[in-house]
């Protein structure tokens, strides 16, 4: 495990020169891409989304592309056009802006959904469909989404399919004010993130993901992951809970996390820090929990602290705010 260490150290060290005081977020992108899924940060417009992601980018060498999501966007602006070209004679593709191996797609919220299902197959096959031809994306592949929790207005609120395609769901926040000083301080000339170099090889990254699937799970580990997603789906306050793909996803961060702390086994706080975040933007809530003003956060706490872990005291009510 020392590779996936070392990697998952560079990255966060890097990084935070960019993005000062949120070592704990940097640290979860940082498992997700070790986990080959994809980000949804979803916060306030300010707080370094972008910066993020550009950073990430220079740390890996990755080629980087932004893609601004607007509702008269199309799908061949996100995924390419075939056009003809008079002077060959042949049809050629042109490719759009989600071929790079870092994609943000800052405001996804804003395309409509027939835009925003032109990234479906892109997410999920790492592959782009155009009149009938397929074409691979590079790897490593990243897909970042932004989107403003505030802002409802001119927005189409992302479907569960899509969602559900996201690994982890984080929100950066502000900073504190001695970390927010020494933000100014570092961007009184010119911004750190031109001054990022590259960290981490392609190989070294790719090692890294492939090594992490060796970390081992106990039956009674896969179990207990298993029975915190069913729970999701039992629960009074939950109209829809989470997916198969939602276990799994839970289960590659849990590989993830064990790796970079250096164990190749998993144990159940693993399981605790990274459930919310795999978790709780799979699942849609009753009207019911609606009107009483419950977050699905707060349901996905409610659960690990109810369902039993060896050795474990659980409670009974929601955890209080």
Do not use: W
């Not at 890996?60 to 995924?79: C, E, H, K, N, Y």
């Not at 800052?106 to 409509?112: M, P």
């Not at 969602?163 to 301080?185: H, K, N, S, T």
């Amino acid at each position: 495990m020392n590779l996936v260490q070392t990697v998952a150290e560079r990255l966060i060290d890097n990084v935070a020169r960019v993005i000062i005081g949120k070592r704990g977020e940097i640290r979860m992108v940082a498992l997700g891409l070790l986990c080959q899924g994809h980000i949804l940060l979803e916060d306030v417009p300010g707080v370094g989304k972008t910066m993020l992601a550009r950073a990430l980018a220079r740390s890996i060498g990755a080629t980087f592309s932004r893609i601004q999501f607007t509702p008269d966007m199309l799908p061949s602006d996100v995924t390419g056009i075939t056009i003809y070209n008079q002077r060959s004679g042949e049809f050629e593709f042109r490719p759009g802006p989600v071929m790079a191996q870092i994609v943000l797609t800052d405001e996804i919220n804003r395309a409509t959904p027939k835009t925003q299902s032109a990234l479906l197959e892109t997410m999920e096959e790492r592959q782009v469909t155009v009149d009938g031809t397929t074409y691979p994306i590079d790897e490593p592949f990243l897909v970042i989404a932004t989107q403003n929790p505030i802002e409802y207005e001119g927005t189409f609120p992302l479907p569960e399919a899509q969602l559900d395609r996201f690994i982890v769901r984080i929100r950066l926040g502000y900073p504190a004010p001695q970390e927010e000083i020494a933000m100014l301080d570092s961007q009184q000339y010119r911004h750190p993130v031109a001054e990022l170099r590259q960290v981490v090889s392609t190989e070294e990254l790719l090692q890294a993901q492939q090594a992490i699937r060796d970390v081992y799970l106990s039956y009674d580990m896969k179990a207990y992951i298993v029975e915190i997603v069913s729970a999701t789906r039992r629960h009074p306050d939950v109209y829809l809970g989470a997916s198969p793909r939602g276990a799994l996803a839970l289960y590659r961060m849990v590989q993830a996390h064990a790796a970079v702390a250096g164990r190749d086994y998993a144990v159940p706080d693993d399981v605790k820090l990274l459930a919310e975040p795999a978790l709780a933007h799979r699942i849609i809530l009753g009207p019911t929990a609606r009107t009483k003003d419950i977050a699905a956060g707060t349901v996905v706490q409610y659960i690990l602290n109810t369902t039993p872990i060896p050795g474990a005291t659980v409670g009974q009510r929601y955890p209080q705010s």
